[in-house]
T-cell receptor, first 113, second 112 residues
Framework: EAQVTQNPRYLITVTGKKLTVTCSQN?????MSWYRQDPGLGLRQIYY???????DKGDVPEGYKVSRKEKRNFPLILESPSPNQTSLYFC???FGRGRETQYFGPGTRLLVL | GESVGLHLPTLSVQEGDNSIINCAYS??????FIWYKQESGKGPQFIID?????DKRQGQRVTVLLNKTVKHLSLQIAATQPGDSAVYFC???????????FGTGTRLQVFP
């Protein structure tokens, strides 16, 4: 089944404790992206990657890091999480430069205390 | 900065009626638009898209209309069903960029 998977689905952590949210897709997509979703603000892009070893900042990259060492994986790293990073995170992928249909993962709900 | 917005945060319709969800965008340079559906507890799901060189595109029970003159996008759902209940987002892509800018969403509620 073609899909985007994220882990964990739910995470509670404390300020400053490094964490990684994994994202994997099995559709051989070149383009992958991370979003956060907050009430009243909609989906905002954090980082995106057009291919292996190619990443770029989205609209809200502060406090986040990403890597794209393999085509299928695009982990989101929070080196020192803060409470304002409490949010719902979605990973997405597509074939093209983001102009094609994006497939979204199920989401990761993060609470930073 | 420029952003995508929605006129109505919540739309309630009766089952079988047609639904119209509206979206205003402010960036006249956007050349690609998408509608997504997000059900509770799930990630957004692609519904339909349209490029700026078109003004209408139809899918199965859905139609997207683009009015570039007034920078307005709408999603029409024919014969709305209970399974259509969800939050709907419009998104725009700025010309020659890889960024998608999403609206805040409209909740569609379908009652019997």
């Amino acid at each position: 089944e073609a899909q985007v998977t994220q882990n964990p689905r739910y995470l509670i952590t404390v300020t400053g404790k490094k964490l990684t949210v994994t994202c994997s897709q099995n559709m051989n997509h070149e383009y992958m992206s991370w979003y956060r979703q907050d009430p009243g603000l909609g989906l905002r892009q954090i980082y995106y990657s057009m291919n292996v070893e190619v990443t770029d900042k989205g609209d809200v990259p502060e406090g986040y890091k990403v890597s794209r060492k393999e085509k299928r994986n695009f982990p989101l790293i929070l080196e020192s999480p803060s409470p304002n990073q409490t949010s719902l995170y979605f990973c997405a992928s597509s074939f093209g430069r983001g102009r094609e249909t994006q497939y979204f993962g199920p989401g990761t709900r993060l609470l930073v205390l | 900065g420029e952003s995508v917005g929605l006129h109505l945060p919540t739309l309630s319709v009766q089952e079988g009626d047609n639904s119209i969800i509206n979206c205003a965008y402010s960036n006249s340079a956007s050349d690609y638009f998408i509608w997504y559906k997000q059900e509770s507890g799930k990630g957004p799901q692609f519904i339909i898209d349209i490029r700026s060189n078109m003004d209408k595109r139809q899918g199965q029970r859905v139609t997207v209309l683009l009015n570039k003159t007034v920078k307005h996008l709408s999603l029409q759902i024919a014969a709305t069903q209970p399974g259509d209940s969800a939050v709907y987002f419009c998104a725009e892509r700025w010309y020659n960029t890889d960024k998608l800018i999403f609206g805040t969403g409209t909740r569609l509620q379908v009652f019997p």
